[in-house]
């Protein structure tokens, strides 16, 4: 998940990092914006004018020096700005995450379902990152790769920007052992353990993916640790790690994971009241390798259970 680093001259707020939008040159023929106001406005029709208007008022609203601009300020076509990310009514998530392990190089989280990583949409100081950079006031944390906001389990952040590189080599090279669990129907036509190797590609709706033809982009690894009635307990060993590829190969196989609401079909979409007592069926256990910094052999583990056995016998979770 490599991103950009953090520009030195802008400070982050409440563990938040300020957001950058490059303000377009104008189009020959075309009228430019008189104002930044009139820029930001078009740009972001979600926040209403007198609400940008607000922001710069207020000093929340910087040139790439780290200055405040004012609400007069003019369009500079080519220049950057940046922004600190409002939510209004944000949900609070109140499940707690827990610190596994903590040195001067990583940190692991053991993340609650339903809690995003980072911030975006309609959560922002209840993300995994946020939360940690304020609980152990580490401004520099970055997570290393993803997990859904859905799954729960072990999420890895390095400590020092000039070794995020390297960490994040590890996933892109698929250098990292990752193991989950999930809770599933139980299946009498397939063959356990089985191999799913398909093409994933976005679907028309923007959260979720679907199988295409083509070369394979997802590879992953089933077992089937147990059985009790219609349901069973899976685990699960990816070695690509494209977005909801687990959910997406389960649900292709006829075993969508328990209380899953985009696969096979949307019960309802992101921006739906979450349903605490119905989280995904589907943890993120194990994460294993051999740490570029250190040289160490790393092994952690989430310490949170999926409802195994079931409380009951219905299939469609």
Not at 88 to 106: F, I, M, N
Not at 129 to 153: I, N, S
Request: proline share 10%; glycine share 6%; charged share 20%.
């Amino acid at each position: 998940m490599p991103r950009p680093p953090r520009h030195p001259a802008i400070p982050t707020r409440n563990g938040v990092s300020a957001s950058c939008v490059a303000l377009p040159s104008t189009p020959k023929g075309a009228a430019p914006w008189a104002r930044l106001l009139d820029f930001l406005a078009q740009r972001f029709p979600h926040v209403p004018r007198d609400g940008w208007s607000r922001r710069l008022d207020q000093g929340e609203v910087l040139d790439d020096t780290g200055q405040a601009l004012p609400v007069d300020a003019p369009f500079r076509p080519g220049s950057r700005v940046f922004y600190y990310r409002q939510v209004d009514a944000e949900p609070v998530v109140p499940l707690e995450e827990t610190v596994l392990y903590a040195d001067d190089h990583l940190v692991v989280a053991d993340k609650p379902h339903f809690l995003p990583v980072t911030p975006g949409g309609r959560h922002v100081q209840q993300t995994l990152l946020v939360r940690l950079k304020q609980r152990l006031g580490l401004d520099t944390l970055v997570p290393l790769h993803r997990l859904d906001r859905e799954t729960a389990g072990v999420v890895l952040f390095a400590v020092r920007p000039t070794e995020r590189n390297a960490y994040q080599a590890l996933f892109r090279t698929h250098a990292v052992t990752k193991v989950y669990e999930a809770v599933a129907p139980a299946s009498r036509a397939l063959q356990f353990p089985l191999r799913r190797q398909t093409r994933l590609a976005r679907a028309p709706q923007f959260f979720r993916q679907s199988e295409v033809p083509g070369d394979a982009n997802t590879d992953t690894w089933i077992e089937c640790l147990a059985q009790d009635g219609a349901f069973a307990h899976y685990r699960l060993t990816p070695r690509t790690g494209r977005q909801h590829q687990l959910r997406v190969h389960m649900a292709a196989l006829g075993l969508p994971i328990v209380n899953d609401l985009f696969y096979p079909k949307v019960v309802h979409g992101p921006a739906a009241t979450d349903d605490l007592t119905r989280p995904l069926q589907l943890l993120a256990r194990t994460l294993a390798f051999t740490d570029p910094v250190t040289g160490q052999a790393r092994h952690f583990e989430s310490a949170r259970q999926l409802a195994w056995p079931p409380p009951g016998d219905d299939a469609d979770g």
